[in-house]
């Protein structure tokens, strides 16, 4: 049988990831698998695909093939050039045993882990099946964040975050506001350099997040998704997975909500033009995760929002698309921060 690969990214060519070419060849992929992962024992290999590559770094490929039974399994193997990123598929393994596999009662899930292969340093977890996201299928909840009553799905993303800062899985590594302010304290000086016409203004807002990070209550840690936004959250039905947990460690539950939210409000400012245009999302998520946590949270998570606007300065100058948005980043973190436009 004819197997279709399709390698848009020309990710065969990239010399810190050379085993790439056979993580693309119909008879070697049969054979790992073959060896590697009991799920797939007799499906055949029908199509194999690269669905993002970051050259030197990281690629993702899809697989699907088809059982003795006729149902369609996809696989997204996930590369790391510097190694197998055995971390990130325990922790998913943890998880999915730790009540969050496909039967979950609360309808909160993670991916299901299959399987390594250590020679291609690749890590691999079935496909949430669905019409949308490419490469992880379902719909990614930024799809619902402009859709009339859908405020609920806000209030389940809450207990998706609690229910990881829950599980009491030990992290390996930490993240504090001191570790948030170095981010910004390497960022914001480069958009400087290229927007020198900002500087005084940046040079505000650097301080005044300083000031505002130094003063904002560190609760009680736990394990934190660290990178917790509204593409990591894929509606599926009347389940919620979430994905992409290479971050995951340990610090304040507040840093996944406010930076929720500051990814909220930087959409809502590209895509709406109006960073309060999707408040009632906003309410409903901080209000239920206060719910099921206590009221010490609020302080914290404003923070945690506005230090993640500031971020998005940098972010947005990065991205050719974002770029016409960056002065209207700086207006609202200067709105935010208290500061008064010197422009």
Known sequence: MTVFVSDRFNSVTDPKMPFLSAALDPLEVQQRFTQYLPIVQNAQLQKIQVIRHKPGRRCLIEYELLNNHGQTITLIGKIRAKGTDFNSYE???SLWEKGFADDSADGISVPQPVGIIPEWQMWLQRKVQGA???GVGGAIATQFLTQTNTSFLAKRIAEVAHKLHQTNIPPRRSHTMSDELRILNERI?????EYPEWRERLEQILAASNHLGKNTLEQKHCGIHRDFYPDQVIINGSRLYLIDLDLYCEGNPAIDIGNFIGH???YSLRILGNSEALHDWETALTERFIQLTSEEFKTSIESYITLTLV?????????LERRPFTEKLLNLCEQR???????
């Open 91 to 93: 922790l998913q393994k």
């Open 132 to 134: 949308f996201a490419p």
């Open 189 to 193: 000086p480069l958009v400087i350099q």
């Open 264 to 266: 909220i409000k930087e």
């Open 311 to 319: 971020r998005h300065i940098h972010i947005s100058t990065q991205l």
């Open 337 to 343: 921060l208290h500061i008064r436009n010197v422009s």
